[in-house]
């Protein structure tokens, strides 16, 4: 065996100082302080991320169960008192609930079924299926992804103040001159965008189908074509079970869009008893700055400790709901991704 191998092979001699301690090159110290310092400085800035995203849940836990009204100015976090007073207040007089819950819960949900409906039928089209227009079609759903929804409110509340559905009333009209359909306060003025395509965010969902769709082998539908099974066939009993993960991640991302939208849905219920639970929140936030909204408790800064219960009342659900199907929505998200 040659010599140099040999005296590698050898066990090394510890390298020690003059108080007993072992002895590291400059390079090799220089190296292990640089990985602390990235070690410190990386938790101290998540710890920091952590606080910035927490803090108004934090502070809407500490005020939602408070009673201190008087003392607020030195009770910060801890509350001294705990009771369930503006919950109470929060859940009957601010929220109206539980009917205001449940129309945004029959909202969210119809509006999010119809969603993955619609977007995977889209998506599908635009991913498999040449056609004339194609890509100003495709185009056109990518520039609904940018627009705001509050550029074209008006127009939306003028047509589904007085709809046609699609010309039928002005058959209707014909023996019934007072006929008149007002979808306005009714839950179809956010379910038949949905079922259309246009709901909120539905540019956003065709794209994700139309990727995920473009992403999977066509040697799947040319073994259906072979089989015997036609283009919907083929699409209901091929693509669609493995199109689930994609599905999934639609789906919660249209209820959580629909639980938490009040630009749209406020204007789609602008006088209605019985409002979705966000338009509720915002229309008492509202009241509350203007110094028109008074409680039993007769001061100001009650309005605040009421107003944070009434947030967590419409962020619990969502919590909960994310708590359950974390682990099932990431692993969607990750494997639908976005490929060009």
Known sequence: MDKSVKERMKPQKIKKNKFGLQKFSKSYVFKELAKWAYIIFRTFLFIGLAY??????????????????????????????????????AWSTYLNMPDSMFLSIRL???????QVVTSAIVGYG???????????????????????????????????????????????QLFAPNFESNLLNTE?????????????????????????????????????????CGPFSTF???MVPNALSA?????????????????????MFPTADVRPISVMLITQSAKAANGSLYTSLSADINNSF?????VLIV?????????????????????VGIKG
Do not use: C
């Open 52 to 89: 910035v995203i927490l803090y108004p849940l934090l502070t809407a836990l500490s005020k939602a169960f408070s009673e201190d009204y008087m003392a607020s100015a030195t009770v910060e976090w801890i509350p001294k008192n705990f009771g369930m007073t503006n919950m109470k207040i």
């Open 108 to 114: 969210s949900l119809v509006a999010a079924i119809l």
């Open 247 to 267: 599905a999934l991640t639609v789906f919660l991302f249209s209820l959580v869009w629909h639980w938490n939208d009040y630009t749209v849905a406020g204007m």
């Open 188 to 228: 179809w003025s956010m379910w038949l965008p949905a079922m259309l395509g246009v709901g909120l965010r539905g540019g956003l969902f065709i794209y994700i189908f139309r990727q995920f769709f473009r992403g999977m082998p066509k040697d799947l539908e040319e073994a259906a074509w072979i089989d015997g």
């Open 126 to 172: 635009f991913a498999r299926y040449k056609f004339k227009g194609r890509e100003l079609l495709f185009s056109l759903v990518i520039l609904s992804i940018i627009v705001p929804p509050q550029t074209y409110l008006i127009p939306m509340y003028i047509i589904y103040r007085r709809f046609h559905w699609f010309g039928l009333s002005y058959l209707i």
């Open 315 to 335: 962020i619990t659900p969502v919590l909960v709901l994310f708590g359950f199907l974390q682990k099932y929505f990431i692993e969607s998200v990750d494997r």
């Open 306 to 310: 009421i107003l944070n219960a009434a």
């Open 236 to 238: 209901v009993r091929i």
